[in-house]
């Protein structure tokens, strides 16, 4: 893995092929098309500068999200430094989350951004994690520094988080919802 | 086991992460539970539609950025590698003196100069100076004459940020191959030193590359893109 080198001459193919999941991460991540292009490129200067830290064996794509996921908090932490309003960073990427303005193309995809709004941001998180960038349990433990078995957790609350904000906002009377818990 | 202690697993069925007997065992509960049936569906419709929600692609200029980014970085760290942390003039005043030598080295062939400009994101090009076929000895006031043109060129680049840096090589070389390494012969056409130089576009580049001073004087200055891979 050239990554290791922390050299520049391999970091284009690097780029290349992780750029475009990236880029869909933080954009569903934050909603903003301006600040997921300049967290891409965060991301790729940081690993530039960590690349050393990579240890050999250890998996790329956890690894790659680790930073991502600092990456965010930092971005996330300056513009709230910057607003100069004492909210948490939670508090911040709750109020920053929008949707992509492109992603509104049909109804079930307005719903479905209307109910992901509801979830708080580390439920947001995970679910993109799972469903977007195709990670397991296991490597998404990994990227949140948690077990795999609280990962599990977290995740599951999340989809029935987000089941019940769509199903509630899609009508509700289509199906029951009755939570099995 | 009870409907509710199989909600961690229904959501672990449908995200695909159970193993062959697990996933065999939730369905079959599947099959004879109506109340994991119906909530199975509402998960795996909200899962569904999650998935379905369209991506944007990056735009294309990320890449260009990115590549600009990296060369900036390259050069960044070979400067930090370079100069002292103590740099004993102010970088205006270093900068001057290293276009002096630079320029009187590119004629009189002695001093070997090392100059280091801010960096600007802007397409890097590399000026290769060919040195010129032996003339008729110059006299001193031609000699004076390019001394100042070539101060005066490079101090207007490096006032305009266009100038990354500029080296003039030693006469003496080798040619290193699989073989024994031979001296470098003397002639023309050999590089006798170089300039890094920021273009906007590769035709203020040639713009600035026909302004060289060297090619005035009639010698030639191979022009090459930095290929930012």
Not at chain 1, 20 to 35: C, I, K, V
Not at chain 1, 99 to 116: F, K, M, S, T, Y
Not at chain 1, 129 to 157: D, K, M, T, W
Not at chain 2, 168 to 193: E, M, N, T, V, W
């Amino acid at each position: 893995m050239r990554v290791r080198e922390g050299e520049t001459a391999g970091m284009g193919a690097i780029f290349d092929r992780n750029h475009a999941e990236l880029y869909g991460f933080f954009l569903r991540l934050t909603g903003s098309r301006a600040a997921s292009e300049d967290l891409v490129q965060e991301v790729f200067l940081r690993i530039l500068k960590y690349g050393r830290r990579f240890r050999a064996g250890e998996r790329f794509r956890p690894w790659l999200y680790r930073i991502a996921r600092n990456a965010a908090a930092d971005h996330l932490r300056l513009a709230h430094r910057e607003a100069g309003t004492p909210e948490s960073v939670e508090e911040v990427a709750d109020r920053e989350w929008r949707a992509p303005e492109r992603l509104q193309a049909d109804a079930e995809a307005r719903l479905l951004q209307r109910a992901l709004e509801r979830l708080s941001p580390s439920e947001r998180e995970v679910l993109i994690l799972a469903r977007f960038q195709s990670l397991s349990h296991g490597e998404i433990a990994v990227i949140l520094g948690c077990s795999p078995a609280a990962a599990r957790v977290r995740l599951h609350r999340a989809i029935h988080a987000l089941r019940d904000a769509y199903l509630a906002l899609s009508g509700g009377n289509r199906h029951a919802m009755r939570r099995v818990e | 086991m009870r409907c509710d202690e199989w909600s961690e697993r229904l959501s672990e069925y449908l995200t695909g992460e159970q193993g062959e007997p697990e996933r065999r065992d939730t369905e079959e509960h599947l099959r004879s539970c109506a109340v994991c049936q119906k909530e199975i569906a509402g998960l795996r419709e909200t899962w569904d539609a999650l998935g379905r929600l369209p991506a944007d692609a990056p735009p294309e200029r990320m890449r260009g950025r990115f590549r600009e980014a990296l060369a900036a970085e390259r050069l960044r760290g070979r400067a930090r590698r370079r100069l002292p942390s103590a740099w004993p003039l102010h970088p205006a005043a270093a900068l001057a003196v290293a276009l002096a030598l630079l320029a009187a080295g590119f004629v009189a062939g002695n001093a070997l100069a090392r100059i280091e400009a801010p960096a600007v994101e802007a397409p890097r090009y590399l000026l290769l100076i060919h040195d010129r076929p032996e003339g008729p000895g110059e006299t001193a006031e031609q000699k004076r004459r390019a001394v100042e043109d070539f101060k005066r060129w490079a101090g207007s680049l490096a006032r305009a940020g266009k100038l990354v840096g500029g080296e003039k090589l030693a006469d003496a070389g080798q040619l290193l191959s699989a073989g024994p390494a031979r001296d470098l012969p003397p002639g023309p056409g050999r590089i006798g030193g170089y300039f890094l130089i920021r273009a906007a576009t590769p035709a203020e580049a040639l713009e600035i590359t026909r302004s060289c001073p060297h090619i005035a004087r009639g010698g030639t200055v191979e022009l090459r893109a930095i290929d930012p891979v």
